[in-house]
């Protein structure tokens, strides 16, 4: 069985830091990965994806040059370190599998974990 | 960037009808890279459909999707009381992968 799950969230001031962290088993982990938010009571947004290799990776506009993904194949892990933090990030982080030949663009994406909270305030 | 626009925002319907669900490209999504997500409260989102007509694995065939271009459409052939949930579209042709707003299926 596909498990993704989350780790990593919680309350963190405008400007701070933070590390998630998604851990996957039951399945071959060698695949491209996203990273999606859902800000409160609003919709899903694409926030970045990385290669099976981690050698290439993308990011929506909104968090380019703040947000890095990573992944180690050798803990079947994904990360993503969130810098400068906003207020506008505030939102519930989903990792997932991406899937078919536009990964690059994020792809489609297959099995979701349950997602963890993060909260940029004062 | 590909703005999606879904439509209805909300629809009101009742369990054994028809659902059609409209999803609606600023610019032509490439190679029909089109996908279809459901949510449902409190739940991450799922995978219904890819390639804009390709059913997921251990999605009911109850489910369909069609439509290339700038027009897709995902129907639901006799609503089940557990699909009322929020649906998504999302496109991953160009950059950057974007999402619809969403279309709330609520029960009438």
């Known amino acids: 069985e596909v498990q993704l799950l989350e780790s990593g969230g919680g309350l963190v001031q405008p400007g701070g830091s933070l590390r998630l962290s998604c851990a996957a088993s039951g399945f071959n982990f060698y695949l491209a990965m996203s990273w999606v938010r859902q800000a409160p009571g609003k919709g899903l947004e694409w926030v970045s994806v990385i290669s099976n290799n981690g050698g290439t990776t993308y990011y929506a506009d909104s968090v380019e040059g703040r947000f890095t993904i990573s992944r180690d194949n050798s803990k079947n892990t994904l990360y993503v370190q969130m810098n400068s933090l906003r207020a506008e990030d505030t939102a519930v982080y989903y990792c997932?599998?991406?899937?078919?030949?536009?990964?690059?663009?994020?792809?489609?994406?297959?099995?979701w974990g349950q997602g963890t909270l993060v909260t940029v305030s004062s | 960037e590909i703005v999606l626009t879904q439509s209805p925002g909300t629809l009101s319907l009742s369990p054994g009808e028809r659902a059609t669900l409209s999803c609606r490209a600023s610019?032509?999504?490439?190679?029909?890279?089109l996908a279809w997500y459901q949510q449902k409260p409190g739940q991450a989102p799922r995978l219904l459909m890819y390639?804009?007509?390709s059913r997921a694995t251990g999605i009911p065939d109850r489910f369909s999707g069609s439509g290339s271009g700038t027009d897709f459409t995902l129907s639901i052939s006799r609503l089940e009381p557990e699909d009322f949930a929020v649906y998504y579209c999302?496109?991953?042709?160009?950059?950057?992968?974007?999402f619809g707003q969403g279309t709330k299926l609520e029960i009438k």
């Open positions: 610019q032509s999504v490439s190679s029909s890279s």
């Open positions: 997932a599998t991406s899937r078919g030949s536009g990964w690059v663009h994020g792809g489609y994406l297959e099995s």
């Open positions: 999302q496109q991953y042709g160009s950059s950057p992968g974007s």
């Open positions: 390639g804009a007509s």
